[in-house]
Nanobody
Framework: QVQLVESGGGLVQAGGSLRLSCAAS?????MVWYRQAPGKQRELVAT???????NYADSVKGRFTISRDNAKNTVYLQMNSLKPDDTAVYYC?????????????WGQGTQVTVSS
C-alpha cells in the first residue's frame, strides 16, 4: 500500500504564498495535486511525472508551480499570488497511468485558506 503524507497547508492573506509537500512511501510515476472547495467539484490543480513533465489547470497557470524530488519521492506545490478562490482542501494523489487524471492513491488532504 502506497502512503502519501501531505504538509504545508494553512491560512494566508490574498497575494501571499504557501508551499505544499507530499511525501510518497515509494517511487511512483505520476503525482498529482487536486483540490476541493465546499460545494464544488474536485479540481485537478497540477500534475508531474517522474520524468518532469507537468500540466496545470488554467486557473493556476502562472501562479502555481509543481515540482518533485525523485530522490525523496516528494512532490511540492508552490502557490504564489494566492486568491480567496484558491481556498480548498488540497489532496495529493499518485498513480502509474499516462493519463494524468487516473490515480490510485490519495493523501489525507490539507486545508488551504486564503483570506481577502
Amino acid at each position: 500500500q502506497v502512503q502519501l503524507v501531505e504538509s504545508g497547508g494553512g491560512l494566508v492573506q490574498a497575494g501571499g504564498s504557501l508551499r505544499l509537500s507530499c511525501a510518497a512511501s515509494i517511487s511512483i510515476f505520476r503525482m498529482v495535486w487536486y483540490r476541493q472547495a465546499p460545494g464544488k467539484q474536485r479540481e485537478l490543480v497540477a500534475t508531474t511525472t517522474r520524468g518532469g513533465s507537468t500540466n496545470y489547470a488554467d486557473s493556476v497557470k502562472g501562479r502555481f508551480t509543481i515540482s518533485r524530488d525523485n530522490a525523496k519521492n516528494t512532490v511540492y506545490l508552490q502557490m504564489n499570488s494566492l486568491k480567496p478562490d484558491d481556498t480548498a482542501v488540497y489532496y495529493c494523489a499518485a498513480g502509474f497511468s499516462s493519463n494524468y487524471d487516473i490515480v490510485s492513491y490519495w493523501g489525507q488532504g490539507t486545508q488551504v485558506t486564503v483570506s481577502s
